[in-house]
């Protein structure tokens, strides 16, 4: 099976790379990239402007997509600009895929994303969330992971202080509130793609702790 993949150079996207090139179930990755990436076998990666999609590549016709893109307040600069990465460009992707006839979308979305919420980063998530029902998927999953745990290329202090807390405290928390790794989260993904279970699935932190 040939997936499309959204986000590969971050955190969890490198997993999701990883795990997709080395599973016999997959024939072909393409990777969408605004950097060139190593060749690998298997390996299509596609240099692309986010704001200018092509939209008659051949590779837009994939089995499933993962889009793992993400960013952070600091990194984007703006609320308009952390919108554009967050839930525009998944968006875009989306919509093409699906024009071009892909059935699976598999979204790394949030803990607490609500269409609703009164907290920003939480609304934009949700909004995400609510526009890819509508596209009309025949299999649509969305992992709402909380604290990812893993190392990242760019420094997050806020995050490292929240993963040491958790990690000290993970005996007595709840499954929900603890760290999700990784590679955890990427496992999740790889398997939704590749099973593309018809319907709208959600695996909670929980699952993924």
């Known amino acids: 099976m040939r997936l499309l993949l959204v986000g590969s150079t971050g955190l969890v996207g490198q997993h999701v790379l990883?795990?997709?090139?080395?599973?016999?179930?997959v024939t072909e990755v393409v990777a969408l990239a605004r950097r060139a990436l190593p060749e690998q076998p298997k390996l299509l990666a596609p240099l692309v402007d986010f704001?200018?999609?092509?939209?008659?590549?051949?590779?837009?016709?994939?089995?499933a997509v993962i889009c793992t893109l993400g960013t952070t307040m600091r990194a984007a600069g703006s609320q308009e600009a952390f919108r554009r990465v967050v839930k525009h460009y998944p968006l875009a992707v989306a919509r093409l895929?699906?024009?071009h006839g892909t059935p699976a979308y598999v979204l790394n979305s949030a803990m607490g994303a609500d269409p609703s919420s009164?907290?920003?980063?939480?609304?934009?998530?949700?909004?995400?969330?609510?526009?890819?029902?509508?596209?009309?998927f025949r299999s649509l999953t969305i992992l709402r992971p909380g604290l990812s745990g893993g190392r990242r290329q760019e420094r997050r202090p806020a995050e490292q202080l929240g993963g040491?807390?958790?990690?000290?405290l993970a005996p007595v928390l709840p499954r929900r509130l603890r760290i999700n790794p990784a590679a955890s989260i990427a496992r999740a993904m790889v398997?939704?793609?590749?099973?593309?279970?018809?319907?709208?699935?959600?695996?909670?932190?929980a699952e993924l702790a």
């Open 97 to 99: 895929a699906r024009r």
């Open 18 to 25: 990883g795990l997709a090139l080395a599973d016999p179930r």
């Open 164 to 168: 040491m807390v958790l990690g000290l």
């Open 51 to 63: 704001e200018r999609l092509p939209e008659d590549a051949s590779w837009w016709r994939a089995d």
């Open 191 to 205: 398997d939704a793609a590749i099973a593309a279970t018809p319907g709208k699935r959600i695996i909670g932190s």
């Open 118 to 136: 009164r907290f920003f980063y939480n609304r934009v998530k949700g909004e995400v969330e609510r526009e890819l029902s509508l596209l009309g």
